[in-house]
């Protein structure tokens, strides 16, 4: 299986141009623009893609691959600032351009040979640069131009150096998909052999070589990621693999059963459940600001962890359901200066305990582990559920987390989303909730003055959690959660609707 590599200089779309290549067939990873020609050339891939990023090619300091990428004989795709850069390294002429070009053009297509083969005459592309390629390197030939950019599409076909101004990973580039399917498999000759049923088989048969006869402990969190690990691992050791569950008492009303049954009973995972909400009660007494809650959270739940992985006695391998986008973005990206977001899945490892990692899923994008739970036997339900945050009600009952306020929030929260299921919402939204405000209001409830609990609702939609629209509920829905929440949840006398977006504001309230 011949990969293909992606250097990444930035672009909002480096991780789609991965996913459409894996989409085709062939298996794509992505790697820091300055990775060196050596390391690139010991990966042994097919075919070198350069995304676009958000830099001028003519600024100072501007993010350049080592020049010796072009010097190892492999196929190469240019995209946008790619383009840009071959143009500059390979001897061309950039310029930086009065105005800057977004949206869509059309293209037009002089030389149907190669990489634009099957590409309609006037087919629209997506633009999105402010640099212009002036003047082919030599040795190139202009392709494709549109009104804006004569020079659109640059090739080299002795070389196999290719460029392209426009974005062929976006949906709206009509034909961007047989332009990538040109270029991988009639330029850089690869094979559609990546899959996720072969990828199945392959990181079974590398789990069973490592694994051996030892032991392996999962943390199960509630989502997708975790369960879908454990899946996989369990398929290739069996009941070497035991799973834990921690019930920290913030989890919806009645999930840590149901979860329990479904991961039992269905899936046939050997799990040990852990009911350790008293603890986390405990160490939240008191607590009001979101940050502290967090860190109490991860600290309790590795704590826990670590007593019940060593009660199951001598066991080698953790196993974590790390993810691609996690380990993407753990790395810096544009060079050593900047700062390293750092990920900790499941609140960070046990440190005492010497665990070896197993990461089964760190090669996959979110969709895809999606894809795989599906044929590892997952519900659709299941894997369709909506972000639930790790610290889980905690962050949404605002200040201090007693029993009691996490007890109406339960309620509250559950006719929320019985609500949204019956109206047919909830694929349509990314997340729906209920926050409980750490105030009282003053209502009347038949003849009677109460000073009770205020309910916010809070139903978004969001593609990838970055922003967020909250979602134009009708009048009528509203009316029906607010009645049903002040007249079934003791407690509470008043439901407000968030109308917030994000940004300014953020999904959750804490
Ligand atoms: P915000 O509130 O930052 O949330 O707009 C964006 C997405 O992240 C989820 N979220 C969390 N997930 N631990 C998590 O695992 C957390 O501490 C946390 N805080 C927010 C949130 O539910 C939304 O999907």
Redesign the pocket.
Known sequence: MLKTLILDFGSQYTQLIARKVRELGVYSEIVPFSASASRIKKEEPGALILSGGPQSVTARGAPLPDPNIFGLGLPVLGICYGLQLMGRMLRGRVAPSPKREYGFARLGVLDRGSLLRGVRAGSPVWMSHGDKLEEAPPGFQVTGGTENARLAVIEDRGRRFFGVQFHPEVIHTRDGMKILSNFLFRIAGLKADWSLGSFIERQVEDIRRRVGKERVVCGLSGGVDSLVTALLIHRAVGDRLTCVFVDNGLLRKDEFGRLMDRFRRKLRLKIVGVDASDRFLRALRGVASPERK?KIIGRVFIDIFEREARRLGRVRFLAQGTIYPDVIESRPVRGPSSTIKSHHNVGGLPRGLRFELVEPLRELFKDEVRSLGLRLGVDREFILQ??????GLA?RTLGEVTRESLEILREADDIVLQEVRRAGLYRRL??AFAVLLPVRSVGVMGDQRTYQRVVVVRLVR?TD??T?DWHPASPAFLARLSTRIVNEVAGVNRVVYDITT?PP??????
């Open positions: 967090r909506h972000p639930f945050p790790g610290p962050v990314w997340q969001s959690g970055m967020a994000k504001g953020t999904i959750e309230w804490e």
